[in-house]
């Protein structure tokens, strides 16, 4: 008699290949005029089919699912490493001068100074800078005292450049210039409110003559 066998096939894609993967096949319709049963050779074909898509869908998942990052190679470890190479640009005893730092939030008026001690940054952080940086600059900052006097703890490399060696006598010379342009500009504050306050009592001077 006449045999008509239909099936469905079940298809799940596989992400790691990026197609899809047959995971079985169904018997839909298998209608035979006689009562006759479906032919054996049929019947295995179609379990080693349904064998053949689970194998394949179990080993996608296998690989998928114990799949490890490549290991790092040498030249990635090697950029991602700490440069251990940096020297420090100045040395303890070294005449330098430091850059003057007045914005809004600093006041540091800066000079000729000797570094007195090289911080290494990169061994201990010193946390924030307070020197009028924002941030550092190198692994190495500063501890600096000035010839005209004061000091500084943690200078920036940014803010120091270095200097000639000078005499006794012009460094004493700056000092006494130093000296002389604060007593100016003293004296100018002084004579300002010496002014504002005659200006002041006149004032009043005049409104008690009106009354």
């Known amino acids: 008699g006449s045999h008509s066998t239909v099936f469905r096939r079940h298809f799940v894609f596989d992400h790691s290949k990026h197609k899809l993967i047959c995971t079985g096949v169904a018997l839909i319709r298998d209608s035979i005029n006689s009562a006759a049963p479906a032919p054996k050779s049929l019947s295995s074909q179609r379990s080693r089919v349904q064998a053949g898509a689970c194998k394949s869908v179990r080993q996608a998942s296998s690989m998928a699912t114990t799949a490890t990052p490549a290991p790092l190679s040498d030249s990635n470890a090697d950029a991602l490493a700490p440069p251990s190479d940096e020297e420090p640009r100045f040395e303890i005893g070294e005449l330098v001068e430091v850059a003057a730092r ?88 002084e004579a300002a409110a010496r002014a504002e306050e005659a200006a002041r009592a006149e004032r009043k001077k005049a409104a008690r003559a009106r009354v």
């Open 102 to 189: 007045t914005h809004p939030g600093a006041n540091f008026p800066g000079g000729t100074a000797k570094i007195k001690k090289i911080h290494d940054e990169r061994v201990k952080d010193g946390g924030p800078m307070k020197d009028g940086s924002r941030v550092r600059t190198t692994g190495y900052t500063y501890a600096v005292k000035y010839v005209l006097g004061g000091s500084e703890k943690r200078v920036d490399a940014k803010h120091i450049s270095s200097k000639r060696e000078v005499s006794r006598e012009d460094a004493a010379d700056a000092r006494r210039d130093a000296v002389a342009k604060q007593k100016a500009e003293r004296e100018a504050k």
